[in-house]
Every structure is written in C-alpha cells, then in structure tokens.
C-alpha cells in the first residue's frame, strides 16, 4: 500500500525559511507525479506545488511562486518543498500527494494518495 509520511514542519518568524520533505512508500515512486496542498484552519485545502513524474516540469500557485522550490529525488522516493521568505499567510497543514495514474505530468487536488500533513506556523 502507498504511504506518505510528512516531515519538516514547524514554528519559523516571517521571512524566514523551511524545507518539508515526503517519504513515499508503496509502488515505484518514479512512475508519480508528486505535489503539495495545505490547507489553513478554517479554509479548503489548496494547491501549492506539483512536479511531474520525471521531473522534468513544474508549477506553483501564484503566491508562492519565486519563494518556495518543489524537487524530487527519486533514488531516495523522497519529495521535497522548500519554502523560504515565509508569510503569516503560508500558515498551514502541508499535505503531500502522489497521483492515482502513473506517468502524468501534472497532479489535480482529486484522483490522490495523501499524507497525514505536517503544520507550519509562520509568526508575525
């Protein structure tokens, strides 16, 4: 079975910097598109990151675009997100999710497997 297991969350000040990771577990990590939702208290879960399953591409929602960088290392089935200038605004439960489908170069909020999340806090 799939697991994803979220790591580097934590309290950091505005302006400061993170890096989450996602150890995936399961079927061959290679084959998946990767990404990263959060979902702030009281709010929907959104997207963030996604990478495709050969990592050849990228995209971002627009808030976060020129501050946080997604990769992937496939030798070690690990997805990573680096955040840095963080935001109150960022303050959330990051979720990382693998796609249903092998070989997709893009990951859509439906059709995943997902974490359990891991909370970041930006203080003010």
């Known amino acids: 079975q799939v697991q994803l297991v979220e790591s580097g969350g934590g309290l950091v000040q505005t302006g400061g910097s993170l890096s989450l990771s996602c150890a995936a577990s399961?079927?061959?990590?290679?084959?998946?598109?990767m990404g990263w939702f959060r979902q702030a208290p009281g709010k929907e879960r959104e997207f963030v990151a996604e990478?495709?399953?050969?990592?050849?591409?990228?995209s971002y929602v627009d808030s976060v675009k020129g501050r946080f960088t997604i990769s992937r290392d496939n030798a070690k089935n690990t997805l990573y997100l680096q955040m840095n200038s963080l935001k109150p605004e960022d303050t959330a439960v990051y979720f990382c999710?693998?796609?249903?489908?092998?070989?997709?170069?893009?990951?859509?909020?439906?059709?995943?497997?997902w974490g359990k999340g891991t909370l970041v806090t930006v203080s003010s």
């Open positions: 399961g079927r061959t990590f290679s084959n998946y598109a």
């Open positions: 999710a693998q796609s249903f489908q092998a070989y997709r170069a893009t990951i859509g909020i439906k059709g995943n497997y």
């Open positions: 990478i495709s399953w050969d990592g050849r591409s990228t």
